[in-house]
């Protein structure tokens, strides 16, 4: 069965600790990897496309990373606005439904 | 940038009524998706749409239905409303193969 599983679930952090998300996977045939960020009471956002195990991605204080069994977001330096739920998702290459993880829900403490 | 736009952020219905979402796009995107959001269970896919007039059941269709009569307009209905289908409704769209983009979410209480 395809799966996506994001530790931790929660993660409280002070400003400018830096620390990373976890994204694993199992999925017949993948054909992306997303990260989004969502905040309460909105939508998810999105941030990063990863199609290829090696292939890094970069925004701001954001780093997405890929391997063939799991996504790292890495958050260097983290301010009080990075506090979010963020959200994996893998688009698989027979159709272009996405299947996400339930989330890392950040917290940063000024 | 894209636009992903619900018709209502809250909305309060009873139970029986029909309901409907809407959800329109300005970004000519071929693919439109109903996703619901609960605490613990994440986005759960409901019925997505691959271009005007053509639908297809996700992981819990039961109990909804849509319409896409245009391709920038993708409705959900709830036939009878049920307590149960108390949620964060989501709406996102997509050029093929490419990521999925969300509107803001209708928060939909049945009593």
């Known amino acids: ?110 | 940038d894209v636009k992903v736009t619900q018709s209502s952020r809250y909305l309060v219905k009873r139970t029986g009524e029909k309901v409907f979402l809407e959800c329109v796009q300005d970004m000519d995107h071929e693919n439109m998706f109903w996703y619901r959001q609960d605490p613990g269970l994440g986005l759960r896919l409901i019925y997505f749409s691959y271009d005007v007039k053509m639908k297809e059941k996700g992981d819990i269709p039961e109990g909804y239905s849509v319409s896409r009569e245009k391709k920038e307009r993708f409705s959900l209905i709830l036939e009878s409303a049920s307590t149960n289908q108390t949620s964060m409704y989501l709406c996102a769209s997509s050029l093929l193969h490419q990521p999925q983009h969300f509107g803001d979410g209708t928060r939909l209480s049945i009593l």
Not at chain 1, 26 to 54: H, I, N
């Open chain 1, 1 to 110: 069965e395809d799966q996506v599983t994001q530790s931790p679930e929660a993660l409280r952090l002070q400003e400018g600790e830096s620390s990373s998300l976890n994204c694993s996977y199992t999925v017949s045939g993948l054909r992306g990897l997303f990260w989004y960020r969502q905040d309460p009471g909105k939508g998810p956002e999105f941030l990063f496309t990863l199609y290829s195990a090696g292939e890094e991605k970069e925004k701001e204080r954001l780093k997405a990373t890929l391997t063939k069994k799991e996504s790292f977001l890495h958050i260097t330096a983290p301010k009080p606005e990075d506090s979010a739920t963020y959200l994996c998702a893998v688009q698989l290459n027979r159709d272009d439904k996405i299947i996400f993880g339930k989330g890392t829900r950040l917290h940063i403490l000024p």
